[in-house]
């Protein structure tokens, strides 16, 4: 039974099979339902996925967002969060069409992913060749690498707040320990209770942080000037692209679904759900302390210590590091297929094997610790490219000719039902993102980032933290 679950952390039923799974599932159902095993470790229902999308989507950036707001105003900030949102979905939406389609045409040859993850750059591989599957590959590995960088530096950032006993730097090479015991989580299938109590979490703490802001009240001669500069305008709004970003892993995700086809909505209502904590919580704290922000990059700073403050700080720690697994989790794969451990179903020989990704990563973190200013910088740079502009080049390509827009696996949704109409939203997007996310947000967020750089420095012990810590509790 352990060899059996093991290998069954990287298969999922093929299209056809997927039916036998389940009348297999509600046949064992009275001797398997009560397993605690089974409860909290194997996942592949379409909850599973939905918590998932919503618990990896907002993490520590939750707490950069009023940061963001002060850099754009008020009303910026709240439009632009709806609008990446919306963005967010339907790219989402078009890596799970060409999923199914890459799936679909995989099974028609008799391709078996028995012990096999599949990933979004052999997607690309499938559907439009060697050339797309190296684009992809760099993209995303870099932003998934990244985005494992941000949350080390997010960990050591946060619990400061609560212990200014040692430096964030200190926090850093803690925390890097921690996260690499993620490499012991087989794959998405076993994230079930991790998903679950990751967004209990961030739903706390996103509530805490609206609650507490309008119970503190408006600081004393507050002030609301944002935008003020372009540089810091583009800076907020890259953060809130790369907010809306977190579907790099959505591959991962739907492959450890038993039905991916039901996949295509689940996105939709997990950003629906992901609204009602971001854009409350960042409105009321930019409410409450208006331009202080500018130079507080973690909204915990400005809030006053409290057991309620606490338990978010710790909660999100617990989150973050959820989040750094989800996040390396795609890593992981790539590296055991570099290595030829990927098919093994041994845990213990896969998580030995993948150590040497979290190195790297670890090491980043204590170059950069820049929290906030990384994230526009990944948005910009690589969340522009790997979860908006290539999902619709790459739709746009796979369904060029009549045939393929004839056979395709997945036709054009009920509230778009046109080829032409698509084509036109796909190559909007291309252009608004690239333009405006890449061009624009680049250049402000890497000149935010420079000026971090030659502020603080590389490697710096404590990234704005006041000049006597000890005695000032923040």
């Not at 999923?99 to 040859?109: G, L, M, V």
């Not at 996260?179 to 109590?197: D, E, G, K, M, Q």
């Not at 590296?335 to 990927?342: A, C, D, I, L, M």
Request: proline fraction near 4%; charge should be positive.
């Amino acid at each position: 039974m352990s060899g059996e679950r093991q290998a069954e952390e990287a298969i999922v039923p093929s299209f056809n099979d997927t039916m036998e799974h389940e009348e297999k599932g509600e046949e064992k159902g009275d001797h398997s339902i009560f397993s605690v095993k089974s409860l909290l470790w194997h996942g592949g229902s379409v909850y599973d996925a939905w918590f998932s999308c919503a618990s990896n989507q907002v993490a520590q950036v939750l707490l950069t967002l009023p940061y963001s707001f002060s850099q754009m105003g008020m009303l910026s900030g709240v439009i632009l969060q709806i609008f990446y949102g919306v963005l967010g979905i339907w790219t989402a939406y078009l890596i799970s069409v060409l999923y199914i389609e890459y799936r679909s045409r995989k099974e028609k040859e008799n391709v078996n992913f028995k012990n096999h993850v599949i990933q979004w750059f052999e997607v690309l591989d499938g559907l439009l060749g060697p050339s797309w599957k190296a684009i992809g590959l760099a993209f995303n590995c870099t932003f998934l690498l990244f985005g494992s960088v941000i949350q080390l530096i997010a960990c050591a950032s946060n619990i400061y707040y609560i212990n200014d006993k040692l430096d964030k730097r200190t926090w850093t090479y803690i925390f890097g320990a921690c996260c690499a015991t993620t490499v012991f989580i087989p794959s998405f299938h076993n994230y079930r209770i991790w998903s679950f109590l990751g967004l209990g979490m961030t739903t706390y703490t996103a509530w805490y942080l609206t609650i507490a802001a309008l119970v503190h009240g408006q600081v004393e001669g507050v002030t609301h000037q944002g935008p003020t500069k372009l540089v810091l305008y583009f800076t907020g709004a890259t953060n809130i692209l790369y907010t809306f970003g977190g579907h790099a892993v959505t591959v991962e995700i739907m492959h450890a679904m038993w039905k991916p086809q039901k996949f295509k909505y689940i996105y939709l209502l997990a950003t629906l759900y992901v609204f009602t904590l971001t854009i409350p919580s960042a409105a009321a704290v930019y409410w409450a302390f208006g331009d202080q922000l500018l130079n507080h990059s973690n909204a915990f700073s400005l809030l006053p210590r409290s057991g309620w403050r606490d338990a978010a700080v710790i909660l999100m720690l617990i989150h973050q590091f959820i989040t750094f697994g989800f996040a390396c989790t795609p890593l992981y794969f790539v590296w055991e297929k570099v290595v030829g451990t990927h098919a093994t179903t041994s845990i213990c020989l896969r998580a030995v094997s993948r150590l040497p990704v979290v190195i790297p990563i670890w090491f980043l973190a204590i170059i950069f610790p820049f929290f906030g200013p990384i994230n526009s910088a990944v948005g910009s740079l690589l969340v522009s490219f790997t979860v908006y502009i290539i999902p619709a080049l790459a739709h746009m390509l796979t369904y060029k000719s009549a045939s393929a827009r004839k056979n395709a696996a997945e036709k054009p949704p009920f509230f778009l039902p046109s080829w032409t109409a698509i084509y036109a939203v796909n190559a909007a997007i291309v252009i608004w993102v690239f333009v405006v996310g890449f061009g624009l947000g680049g250049w402000a967020s890497m000149t935010n980032f420079i000026k971090q750089v030659d502020t603080f420095g590389l490697f710096a012990k404590c990234y704005q933290c006041p000049p006597s810590p000890s005695s000032k509790h923040h």
